[in-house]
């Protein structure tokens, strides 16, 4: 039987990984690096300098994963690509006697992230360890509180966002996988942003204001940074102005 530990691994910061997923790491029999390609070896290149600190000569696997099929209907090619990357992991385990396998994973595994979704496609056993997500690193950078006084947060997608608006309900909307400025399509009066890319990374970058001004700025900053890059994690809050 293989166990895999998802460990939260925050949001890029050396510092985000907590004492429980150190010791994790350190008691796994084998660490399996994901890679995303040329343009994202960034991450795996974090991912590494975490091990070289906190588990250094431990035995550790990379493995290539596919990439999601953007012709198929969404939710179909989220199905089929999960389990294309499921395959690639049994595949890059070789643990003949089971064993501890562990991942680190960016921000929150249990947040917008499809890491125990992919594991249940496995006869493994799965445990999470909780991490920092990127909306609390958000948050900090800004120095502001998640919630209005006494009001709830609603956390959507940017494909949620550009597809419904912004919910009529809520007065905050935290919105996360937004790979094109979905906050454009809104009518900005009344909105104000607060927009983080690269948080907890040497690379952050923060912009806040009312939508209307700071919405053009984060659109010609996030482009710049994704040219430069080749990719970008960002994450934003929405706000009503009565409720900020």
């Known amino acids: 039987m293989i166990d895999l530990v998802l460990i939260g691994a925050g949001t890029g910061h050396p510092d985000h ?19 995303k390609g040329a343009d994202k070896e960034d991450l795996a290149h974090l991912r590494r300098a975490m091990l070289d600190r906190h588990r250094p000569g431990g035995a550790v696997v990379e493995v290539d994963l596919p990439v999601r099929d953007a012709e198929m ?3 179909q090619g989220v199905e089929a690509w999960h389990d294309a990357i499921a395959q690639a992991w049994a595949k890059a385990v070789d643990l003949p006697q089971g064993g501890t396998v562990a991942m680190l994973v960016w921000g929150d595994p249990s947040l917008y992230d499809s890491s125990l979704r992919i594991a249940a496609r496995l006869d493994w ?3 999470v360890i909780p991490g920092i997500t990127a909306i609390q690193a ?9 919630n209005s006084l006494g009001n709830e947060v609603r956390i959507t997608t940017g494909r ?22 979905a906050f454009s399509t809104l009518p900005p009066q ?24 700071a919405g053009p700025r ?3 900053v996030r482009a710049a940074a994704r040219a430069a890059h080749g990719w970008i994690m960002d994450c ?9």
């Open 190 to 213: 009344g909105l104000r942003i607060w927009w983080g890319a690269y948080l907890g990374m040497p690379e952050q970058l923060l912009d806040a204001g009312p939508l209307a001004e």
């Open 236 to 244: 934003y809050l929405l706000a009503r102005n009565d409720a900020h």
């Open 218 to 220: 984060i659109e010609g």
């Open 160 to 181: 949620r966002l550009r597809e419904a608006g912004f919910p009529p309900d809520a007065d905050r909307v935290v919105v996360m996988l937004d790979g094109a400025c």
């Open 138 to 146: 958000l948050c900090a950078a800004h120095t502001i509180p998640l």
């Open 17 to 35: 990984l907590t004492l429980q997923g150190v010791r994790a790491l350190q008691e796994a029999d084998l660490v399996l690096i994901p890679r």
């Open 73 to 75: 209907p969404y939710l």
């Open 125 to 127: 056993r799965a445990r």
